[in-house]
Structure formats: structure tokens, C-alpha cells
């Protein structure tokens, strides 16, 4: 470090001309082409080589190597739930290069062929909100909902014929409220609000019931 740091101080000349100086870190010479505070930021990372979209959060500006991508999209938590989801997946089985035993290359030239679809405001307030109460829950049902939610984004025709309206439920019942709150009491209104809408009785849990038998979501799962 205090060898790069020294380098750091340097002035470098391309051409005979200087071109200041730049972070230690970096081994390119021009500070026009740093990137190295993009780490510093509220940031998504992905492995290089894994069996299927491994998107992570990062809030506290972890910096990582060349094994790793990372992505800074304008609304993080939507942008996460979307990447995870069973559509992107099977995404990445046709855009990313396959390796051994099932593993597929997340690099930027293939991960950055993901797609994040179009959303109202609304729509990504709800998703975000399941989105943070994964984070703080770990609860399966909520990913199953985010799973569902991404297909209506993805496949509206498709869900709105079998009467399948996930965004519409998730608002009648609250869902994009809990946004609002952090940590425990995120857990507690989740764990309550869970309680309701995975009952069997409730609309929610007979959407995403149906939602497993439209012959779309069967090919991309790979029940087909």
C-alpha cells in the first residue's frame, strides 16, 4: 500500500503532458476514468460464475475484484427483486456463456443483458417493500410473491386472462406501507401482514397458486 500510495502521488505523463493524480487503488493512471467511488455507493454485486442470478445488496460500500459485477440502478430494491426472479433466470441461461456443471458467467457483457421492465411507481413501491421484508425476513412466501409480481410485470396478458392480479392485491392489502418501516418493526408488521395474505382464504395465496399453473411461468421454471 504505501509503494501504490506513493505511485498515487506521481504525476504520470502521456505524451509529455501530465494527467494528475489517482487513487492508489487504481492501476489505470487517468483519474477521468476512475470508478472506484461507484463502490462506495448503495450497490448491487454478483458473482462472476455462479448456477443462477446471485444478486446481492450492499449498503455499507464493500469493494470488490474482477470475480464480481457490480450495478448501481435508481431504484436498488426493485432492481433486485427483478434480477432474482425465475424470469431472469431463464434469462441468463440464453445470454450468459455456460461453464461446467451448470454454471453460468455473470460477467458485464452478459449480466448487463438482464432486463429490469417497465413499472409504474406504484408497482415498484410494492415490490421494493417485499423486497426489504426478504432482507430483514428471509421468508420464502414473500419471495414467492416477488417471483409472482415480476411475471405481471413481464407477462401481463398472460396473468390478467386467468384473472390473476397480483399488484392490485398486494395494494388493497397494505403491502407498499411496510416500506416505511426498518429492521424489527419491518419483521413484526411482516410477520403479521404474512399471516393474512399466505392464508389460504385470501386472494393473494389463490393468485399465486394459479399463478404456478399458467403454461408461461411453467416453461420458464422449467416444468414443461
Known amino acids: 500500500?504505501?509503494?501504490?500510495?506513493?505511485?498515487?502521488q506521481c504525476t504520470s505523463s502521456r505524451n509529455g503532458k501530465g494527467v494528475g493524480q489517482h487513487h492508489w487503488l487504481e492501476l489505470d493512471n487517468n483519474p477521468k476514468e476512475s470508478f472506484l467511488n461507484e463502490f462506495e455507493q448503495p450497490k448491487i454485486i454478483v458473482p462472476a460464475i455462479a448456477t443462477a442470478p446471485s444478486f446481492a445488496p450492499d449498503f455499507e460500500g464493500y469493494y470488490?475484484?474482477?470475480?464480481?459485477?457490480?450495478f448501481l440502478p435508481p431504484r436498488l430494491l426493485f432492481a433486485l427483486g427483478v434480477l432474482n426472479s425465475s424470469v431472469n433466470a431463464w434469462l441468463a441461461t440464453q445470454v450468459c456463456s455456460s461453464k461446467q456443471n451448470g454454471?453460468?458467467?455473470?460477467e458485464p457483457r452478459y449480466s448487463s443483458?438482464?432486463?429490469i421492465p417497465t413499472a409504474s411507481s406504484s408497482q415498484i413501491s410494492i415490490v421494493e417493500a417485499a423486497?426489504?421484508?426478504v432482507l430483514v425476513t428471509r421468508d420464502p412466501r414473500f419471495e414467492q410473491l416477488i417471483n409472482g409480481l415480476v411475471?405481471?410485470?413481464?407477462?401481463?396478458?398472460?396473468?390478467?386472462r386467468a384473472n390473476i392480479h397480483l399488484f392490485d392485491a398486494c395494494e388493497k392489502a397494505g403491502i407498499s406501507k411496510l416500506a416505511e418501516?426498518?429492521?424489527?418493526?419491518?419483521?413484526?408488521?411482516?410477520?403479521e401482514l404474512a399471516e393474512r395474505i399466505f392464508a389460504t382464504n385470501h386472494p393473494i395465496y389463490a393468485m399465486l397458486f394459479?399463478?404456478?399453473?399458467?403454461?408461461?411461468?411453467?416453461?420458464?421454471e422449467g416444468r414443461e
Open 1 to 8: 500500500e504505501e509503494a501504490l500510495r506513493k505511485r498515487g
Open 64 to 70: 470488490s475484484n474482477n470475480k464480481s459485477t457490480i
Open 103 to 106: 454454471y453460468f458467467d455473470f
Open 113 to 115: 443483458q438482464l432486463i
Open 131 to 133: 423486497v426489504s421484508i
Open 151 to 160: 411475471f405481471e410485470l413481464f407477462f401481463p396478458d398472460n396473468l390478467h
Open 181 to 191: 418501516l426498518k429492521d424489527k418493526a419491518l419483521a413484526t408488521a411482516a410477520n
Open 210 to 220: 394459479d399463478v404456478q399453473a399458467l403454461d408461461v411461468v411453467r416453461i420458464i
